[in-house]
């Protein structure tokens, strides 16, 4: 699987916005981005996931460059509740590979501040 | 619905001891993984079930660690001779099938003294 970069921590105001970046500059053309969150104490929990068109659902807006070699998840007005680590992963998406397999990094905090 | 439940949240046992963690998959979901995550770091893959077979435990760290899944339900992930370094939270998780999003459960916290 592709390796990933993204920031070690972010903080955000309260009710703004919150974008995080990750970079996948060796992503493959059968590799999709997802994104999971793990809050304190918790199993991570699945977001969202796209392989190169832009992805909405209700929890978060994904972005991905035309390039693939990286993408933005937003949290839109986002709440003390989403402080969590954030994953960027890359992840096969044919059948018959290891497309099972999640591979984290060290994800990025992200501090919701009041 | 119910979501994935691991039992028991904590373990504490000596080195030395041999261990089970229990694993009880959304209703349904063929594919079930456990992953073991350390301090500070994310969760790591230790092996993937598809119904009662093992698919790919090629991130098992040795022969200590073993998991099964008889019925393709319930798995049971088993550490002989623990020892300190196997300290960390193991992490359960099913999905529909191989490529449906993973759903994780809260994890066992084991302490190895």
């Known amino acids: 699987d592709a390796k990933t970069t993204q920031p070690p921590s972010m903080d955000c105001a309260e009710g703004r916005a919150a974008n995080l970046p990750c970079n996948h500059s060796?992503?493959?053309?059968?590799?999709?981005v997802y994104w999971y969150r793990q809050i304190h104490s918790q199993g991570p929990q699945y977001i969202i996931h796209?392989?190169?068109n832009n992805e909405t659902n209700e929890m978060a807006s994904l972005i991905i460059t035309e390039d693939r070699k990286s993408s933005t998840l937003i949290l839109p007005h986002a709440t003390l509740r989403d402080t969590a680590v954030y994953y960027c992963?890359?992840?096969?998406?044919?059948?018959?590979?290891?497309?099972?397999?999640?591979?984290f990094g060290k994800g990025t905090l992200l501090t919701m501040n009041p | 619905g119910a979501g994935v439940s691991q039992t028991p949240s904590n373990k504490v046992t000596e080195k030395g001891k041999y261990v089970e963690l229990r694993c009880d998959p959304i209703?349904?979901?063929?594919?079930l993984y456990w992953y073991r995550q350390s301090l500070g770091q994310g969760p790591e893959f230790l092996i993937y079930?598809?119904?009662?077979?093992?698919?790919?435990d090629s991130g098992l760290p040795n022969d200590r660690f073993f998991a099964v899944r008889p019925e393709g339900s319930v798995s049971t992930l088993k550490i002989q001779r623990t020892e300190r370094g196997d300290s960390a939270v193991y992490l359960c998780?099913?999905?529909?099938?191989?490529?449906?999003?993973?759903?994780f459960g809260p994890g066992t916290r084991l302490t190895v003294l």
């Open positions: 998780a099913s999905s529909q099938t191989s490529f449906n999003e993973q759903f």
């Open positions: 060796t992503i493959s053309g059968n590799e999709y």
């Open positions: 796209g392989l190169k």
């Open positions: 992963i890359v992840r096969v998406a044919n059948s018959g590979g290891s497309n099972y397999k999640l591979t």
């Open positions: 209703s349904g979901h063929t594919a």
């Open positions: 079930f598809q119904g009662t077979g093992a698919a790919d």
